[in-house]
């Protein structure tokens, strides 16, 4: 084993704390947008469970993403000036930003990715995306437009951008040609058969 190995420095480009209501600094969300760092900032989670099955204290995720590397003591450093306690150093900044609303954890509360709160640059939705994400989203859209006797891809655009974030980027990213293609089909159908 290398000294190097050995060596107690830590870096990371992205580590997360947790933040309580009731002990977090009164500005601590303007004082993250001070810092001009990359920040995303779950929604409150209230609806977690212990093991027991008691609610866990109410919290707020707080995941952020450096340029560069940072050490250890700075990861403190930030996470002491919003009153964050603990420090987790991440591995995976996709895997940790899905976990900021459970979206891998159906056994756990489930919190909405439109509640995340983004400080930087970052896209939160092109951080969490998934490839099969998309293929669910145009699941979900043909089954909305079967639902709701949509047969006009103008229809299901503006619901999306109105309602799904979602599903609007997914017709926005790649999903347009097949949704287009099964309303048209669907379409073509129903007239054949009045």
């Known amino acids: 084993m290398s ?33 001009k760092i990359n920040c995303f900032v779950s929604p409150l989670h209230d609806k977690d469970i212990n093991e027991d099955g008691t609610i866990k204290k109410a919290h707020y995720h707080v995941q952020f993403i450096f340029d560069g590397p940072k ?20 591995n995976s900044v996709r895997g940790m930003a899905r976990y900021l609303c459970h979206l891998d954890n159906p056994e756990k509360a489930q919190y909405s990715p439109e509640d995340i709160k983004t400080f930087g640059s970052d896209d939160y939705f092109e951080i969490i995306a998934l490839p099969s994400d998309k293929y669910k989203n145009i699941k979900e859209m043909i089954s909305w437009c079967n639902e709701n006797n949509c047969i006009y891809y103008s ?23 097949v949704v287009k293609e099964y309303l048209k089909a669907q379409s ?7």
């Not at 450093?77 to 964050?84: F, L």
């Not at 073509?188 to 009045?194: E, H, I, L, Y």
């Open 155 to 177: 229809d299901l655009f503006n619901y999306a951008m109105a309602n799904r974030d979602d599903w609007f980027r997914t017709l926005c990213d790649n999903g347009t040609y």
């Open 3 to 35: 000294d190097k190995s050995k060596s107690t420095v830590t870096k990371t480009r992205s580590f997360a704390t947790i933040v309580y209501p009731e002990s977090a600094i009164e500005n601590w969300l303007e004082i993250i947008s001070t810092l």
């Open 71 to 90: 050490t250890l003591k700075q990861c403190i450093e930030i996470a002491n000036k919003i009153n964050g306690v603990g420090i987790e150093l991440v």
């Open 188 to 194: 073509f159908k129903r007239g054949k058969m009045q």
